[in-house]
């Protein structure tokens, strides 16, 4: 998949590259809003185009990394979170196997409490 982009890349290069030496001598005036550019030739003009296109992809992408690491930090906190619940609920039940809620909670209904221990 890199080798298709390289191409892709190169391509679009070399047709800038292209585009620029025909158009050499053809000078234009950028108007901006209320900026007007000095008379500039095209070929500076598109390379100072692809520059900034560049940056703003750049930083369009450095955003949205940020976000993607965020994002990894959250699912690892709930992945923690999770595993936490699982082993609690594999623990819960071998518990609760080997001493059923009602001998623990309470004793039996039979018994009754005196000062000396437990009688039937």
Do not use: C
Request: net charge negative; proline share 3%; no cysteine.
């Amino acid at each position: 998949m890199w080798i298709i982009r390289w191409i892709f890349v190169t391509i679009l290069l070399l047709a800038l590259v292209s585009f620029m030496g025909q158009n050499q001598n053809d000078k234009v005036i950028v108007h901006f809003f209320t900026w007007v550019s000095p008379e500039i030739e095209v070929a500076y003009l598109l390379f100072i185009a692809f520059g900034a296109g560049v940056l703003v992809h750049l930083l369009f992408s450095v955003l949205k990394q940020f976000q993607l690491q965020a994002e990894i930090g959250r699912l690892k906190r709930q992945i923690r979170k999770l595993h936490s619940e699982l082993e609690q609920l594999r623990n819960l039940a071998i518990e609760e196997e080997l001493f059923p809620h009602n001998v623990v909670d309470s004793p039996p209904s039979d018994f009754t409490r005196s000062q000396d221990g437990l009688h039937t």
